[in-house]
């Protein structure tokens, strides 16, 4: 019988002990979020005493992408083959990709300032003006590299409990991602829309990128949950196979599936700025569309083979499925890598792109149209344009500007990074396919996993009702109306929404556990869809954004 | 069977009364489930306003045009257009309100009671159903004395603590931010009053814009409204609504990174208006407006929202070479100013053209707006003369074109220099007449996030200690228990280390 503790005796003499006991070395458990803190400072004073011949935000950047994803690596490793060197490292490693990216976006703040000055001076324009009109919050590539910055930040903090620090494997990959967008999107500095030069876009798109950091960290933990709550793994690639397939169908404007070929947008150099132009033609790129193609044909294979084993016990299903899933992955790699290789190595597009277009003369059409559509046109002047004009004007500019033209990885950065995410997806799933148990042993508690969502869940929610917040109030500031349910705001107040039935439906139905790691889940993707969707696919005053 | 039970027909018990329709109806509109259901309605139309294009947004009427006749009488008839005016939205908005105050009711007087009836005593089983618990003994004789014990030890660690004697059990209780069980209806009072000023500033309030050209007055401003007809057809429709002062344009000013560079925005770093507005009840006075920095006056708030770009200039520098030779004088002359030189020529900068070209009826004119061939029209007055039209082209046009760069009045005119400025600038106007704006977006918000916080960063805590007298031994058995409604994770720490400190170390 286990013997019941007795009252310290000191404690009726009046004798308090001399202090209250603290868990041993609270403090040293931020030195992780110190170093980050204090280093990137450091480089950032470094930057502004050395100047222009110092690492640039780019490399910075990319040393941050290599650091999460080498992190991350340990930590998975840590979960097959436990040793206390792989946490160690992990852990470091994702403090040291933090201050990396930290570092990135103080010297890109450094380098927008001085490039402005130097504008103003060679214009003999002796104005200067205050350092946050440059602060790195302008437009999504700087959105990006914050928003990383945060799931960062967030990680390292929740992951100080030794429990929790598997959390960098699922949370780093993807703040890799989001920096991966980054480098598609382009570091090139803009010019800052005049509206945007105010004391609020530090606050609000500050807010935005932490609030954003805090909801992916969430998304990873519902994650972990799932998969230590026992959704078959067979279930997740369900899902990943679907987004996958959803991605390679609206990819090159819907034309894998339609037409079996995936076209890369091209740019025009601009003589007067580093910046080029996006055009609205795309050219084909080889052999990417058919692979894209079969890829999809084995996503659809695993679908069905995995709803049969699911909802059939059926044990081959379940084999031809992670066969096919396997397959996928192959092809899916294969494509990515003739996309960028096709892209890297281009010769001569322009003789290419007017074979494809001679031998269909739609895509001038519709090149056309796409042209037409960015001109201020009245309806009367928009009806009156016959599809023989479309094709004409789009000819037109073909001959004057084509030989310009290039292919660029940074031509359609959402494409690319979508397809970068859907691989790794599968890949993640089929991580987890192997030893699942063994995997499933070694994640936290369910308790623990559901208390960390509950509260990443509730910082998010307070985070984006902030965002909101601001967001309107510097609208009155700008745009005269606080309120106008522009797409980024809807976008925004659709996230905020879910987190607040989320939060609701753990109060009022005491939905917890699985219940509320899918609603954590979606939470996210709407998340993502204000992110990213609201810039690239629809109209709105945030277009800049 | 005996007769008595031929008799005896079997009694129907009867079904448990049911509650009144309005009861079940006033619980159902009350109930959280009601409320998330709202928000997932909520979230599934704000998503159909985002896919589809609303008629407020640039470039909805190719769009609308481009529609087949069945999908403009469809999204119309539906609202689908105007999503977040239309009555099922707002009727929503609505419904979720009230969900809110009935909530809130219903639940206020549970949560009162932690606060103002907080439960100091409990029994031993409850307690060790509580989320941590921990039972101990003591060998003392004297509850009091363990009673006090314990209370320093939850004081120490932030609980003051409370000791009751009931029934021969001794009690100490002690809790933390009782506060934060209202703190959930903070938020919600805090997003009542966002959703009553944003609705209250649409009913009474309009949008409108005024275009201000220096040196114009007005005491009208435009209101553009856009809807969709009986017929299908997209309009939009301006009205001239009358305030009650006048606004005159005294500067317009934009401020260039490079000044040389074009008037458009890629070169721009802000718009700047000074206006000076007369107001009979009030009085004459000048403010000024540029971006980000509005101007609110009795209710009308004036934002900068556009320029017309159309070159012009705020001020120009004139060379004037003496016909009969001599030194050149320079000139600054200010948008609509007039300067007189020391032979008492006065000169006035009368419209400046960006393009210069002469017009069918020979007038100058401009070609476009566009600085290609920037020239000053100046009105000028020569001492004891009269007034004669001159124009100042730049030294590059006039030794091009040498009827148009020779001497008028004395003097060859050449423009040297100019600030540019675009030709007026578009103001939006917000008119909301009782600031609920103000109300909703600085009270209603930051209140909303000021009380997330409270509910979110801080939770009730409680400890209770039970003391009562051992049954088989001397001394005292003691349960200690403690609860928090939220942070379970930093308030077990907190409960361990307690206990640690009345185990002593070494227990």
Redesign the interface.
């Known amino acids: 019988m286990e013997e019941v503790s007795k009252l310290n005796t000191d404690l009726l003499s009046n004798t308090f002990p001399a202090a209250k006991e603290k868990s041993g070395g609270s403090w040293t458990s931020y030195l992780p979020v110190i170093f980050v803190f204090v280093g990137a400072f450091l480089m950032l004073g470094l930057r502004i005493q050395i100047g222009a011949s110092f690492i640039s935000d780019g490399a910075l950047m990319m040393l941050a992408l290599a650091s999460y994803i080498l992190a991350a690596l340990f930590q998975l490793t840590n979960l097959y083959a436990p040793s206390e060197m792989s946490t160690r490292i992990g852990y470091w490693g994702a403090a040291l990709g933090v201050f990396f990216n930290l570092s990135s976006w103080l010297v890109r703040w450094v380098a927008g300032y001085e490039r402005e000055i130097a504008q103003l001076r060679a214009a003999g324009n002796p104005e200067s003006p205050w350092i946050f009109r440059y602060i790195p919050f302008a437009n999504l590539y700087d959105l990006s590299l914050a928003f990383a910055f945060g799931a960062g930040i967030a990680t390292i903090l929740l992951a100080r409990r030794k429990n929790l620090q598997i959390l960098t494997a699922f949370t780093l990959p993807l703040a890799a991602l989001i920096l991966t967008l980054a480098r598609f999107i382009g570091n090139e500095f803009i010019d800052l829309p005049p509206v945007l030069d105010s004391y609020w876009r530090p606050i609000h798109v500050g807010d935005a990128s932490l609030s954003y950091g805090v909801a992916l960290v969430c998304f990873a933990v519902a994650v972990i949950y799932l998969l230590k709550d026992g959704v078959k793994v067979e279930a997740m690639a369900i899902w990943s196979s679907i987004f996958a397939v959803g991605v390679i169908a609206t990819v090159s404007k819907f034309s894998v599936l339609t037409e079996l070929v995936y076209r890369s947008g091209l740019f025009l150099s601009n003589p007067g700025s580093t910046r080029p132009f996006p055009t609205v033609f795309r050219v084909e790129m080889p052999y990417v569309g058919p692979i894209l193609v079969l890829t999809t044909l084995l996503y659809v294979g695993v679908i069905v083979a995995f709803i049969a084993y699911i909802y059939r016990d059926s044990l081959l299903g379940k084999q031809v499925g992670h066969v096919l899933l396997k397959a996928a992955l192959i092809t899916q790699l294969l494509s990515i890598i003739l996309l960028v290789y096709g892209i890297k190595n281009s010769e001569d597009v322009y003789s290419r792109l007017q074979a494809q277009m001679a031998a269909k003369p739609s895509l001038l059409v519709a090149a056309g149209q796409a042209m037409a559509e960015k001109q201020d046109m009245t309806v009367q002047e928009r009806q009156s344009l016959t599809p023989a004009v479309y094709e004409q004007t789009a000819g037109t500019f073909l001959q004057s500007n084509g030989k310009g033209m290039f292919l660029s990885l940074n031509a359609n950065p959402v494409e690319l990074s979508a397809l970068i995410t859907a691989l790794v997806a599968t890949l993640f799933v089929i991580g987890f396919s192997f030893r699942t148990e063994r995997l499933r042993e070694r994640l936290p508690n369910l308790e623990s996993l559901d208390n960390l969502m509950y509260k990443t869940a509730c910082l998010a929610f307070a985070g984006l009702a902030m965002l909101l917040i601001t967001g309107a109030i510097w609208a009155n500031e700008s745009w005269g109306r606080p309120w106008g349910f522009d797409s980024k705001e809807t976008g925004a107040l659709v996230a905020w929404l879910t987190y607040a039935a989320f939060l609701h439906t753990r109060i009022s139905r005491g939905w917890k556990g699985r219940s509320s790691a899918y609603f954590a889940v979606i939470g996210f993707l709407l998340v993502i869809f204000t992110y990213l969707g609201v810039s690239y696919l629809l109209p709105g005053l945030h277009s800049y954004a | 069977m005996s007769a008595a039970e031929d008799f005896i027909k079997p009694e129907r018990v009867s079904a448990v009364p049911k509650a009144p329709v309005l009861n079940r109806f006033l619980d159902y509109l009350s109930?959280?489930?009601l409320?998330?259901i709202l928000?997932?309605i909520?979230?599934f139309f704000?998503?159909v306003?985002?896919?589809v294009?609303?008629q407020?947004?640039?470039?909805f009427?190719?769009y609308y045009?481009s529609l087949m006749p069945a999908e403009r009488l469809l999204g119309t008839r539906l609202g689908i257009f105007n999503i977040?005016h239309s009555w099922y939205y707002l009727f929503l908005l609505l419904v979720l309100s009230l969900n809110i105050i009935l909530a809130s009711i219903d639940r206020f007087p549970s949560s009162w009671s932690y606060i103002v009836k907080p439960k100091l005593d409990a029994t031993r089983g409850w307690l060790l159903n509580r989320k941590r618990s921990?039972?101990?003994?003591?060998?003392?004789d004297?509850a009091g004395?363990?009673a006090k014990?314990?209370s320093?030890?939850f004081s120490?660690?932030g609980f003051p603590a409370r000791v009751l004697e009931k029934n021969g059990v001794t009690f100490v209780f002690g809790q933390r931010n009782r506060w934060n069980r209202i703190g959930a209806y903070i938020v919600h009072v805090a997003l009542l009053t966002l959703f009553l000023g944003?609705f209250v500033a649409n009913q009474t309030g309009f949008?409108a814009t005024v275009r201000l050209a220096p040196g114009q007055t007005t005491d009208r401003i435009d209101m553009l409204t856009f809807d969709v007809d009986q017929n299908l057809q997209f309009q939009h429709q301006q009205f001239e609504v009358q305030i009650p002062f006048k606004i005159s344009c005294t500067d317009i000013q934009q401020?260039?990174?490079?000044?040389?560079?074009e008037i458009d925005?890629?070169?721009?770093?802000?718009?700047r208006t000074e206006v000076k507005i007369d107001d009979p009840g009030y009085g004459a006075n000048t403010y000024e407006i540029s971006?980000?920095?509005?101007l609110s006056y009795r209710g009308y708030?004036f934002?900068q929202?556009q320029a017309i770009a159309m070159g012009s200039a705020r001020k120009i520098t004139l060379q004037l070479i003496p016909q009969d030779g001599g030194e050149a004088l320079s000139v600054d002359v200010p948008r609509d100013g007039t300067v007189s030189l020391a032979d008492g020529t006065r000169i006035s900068f009368e419209q400046f053209l960006p393009d210069f070209t002469l017009g069918p009826d020979g007038k100058a004119d401009t070609r476009s707006g566009d600085y290609n061939n920037p020239s000053a029209v100046l009105s000028v007055i020569p001492p004891g003369g009269s007034r004669s039209q001159v124009i100042a082209f730049t030294p590059d046009f006039a030794n091009k074109a040498p009827v148009a760069g020779g001497a008028k009045l004395g003097y060859k005119w050449r423009l040297v220099d100019f600030e540019k400025s675009p030709l007026a600038h578009v103001l939006?106007?917000?008119y909301d007449p009782y600031e609920a704006?103000f109300i909703?977006?600085?009270i209603g918000?930051?209140g909303?996030?000021a009380a997330?916080?409270f509910v979110?960063f801080t939770s009730h805590k409680r400890l209770w200690a039970r003391i009562e007298p051992s049954s088989d031994s001397p001394g005292h058995d003691?349960v200690i228990a403690g609860e928090a409604n939220r942070?379970?994770?930093a308030f077990s720490?907190k409960f361990d280390?307690i206990v640690?400190?009345?185990?002593?170390?070494g227990?």
């Open positions: 109930s959280v489930r409320g998330v928000l997932c909520l979230v704000s998503i306003g985002m896919v294009m609303q407020d947004v640039e470039g009427e190719p045009a977040y921990f039972e101990m003994k003591a060998d003392s004297d004395a363990i014990a314990i320093a030890v120490a660690n944003y949008n401020k260039l990174i490079n000044p040389e560079g925005i890629s070169n721009t770093m802000d718009w971006l980000n920095k509005p708030r934002f929202s939006s106007i917000k704006s909703a977006w600085y918000g930051f909303l996030v997330l916080g979110f003691i942070n379970h994770t720490d280390r640690s400190t009345l185990k002593g170390p227990a």
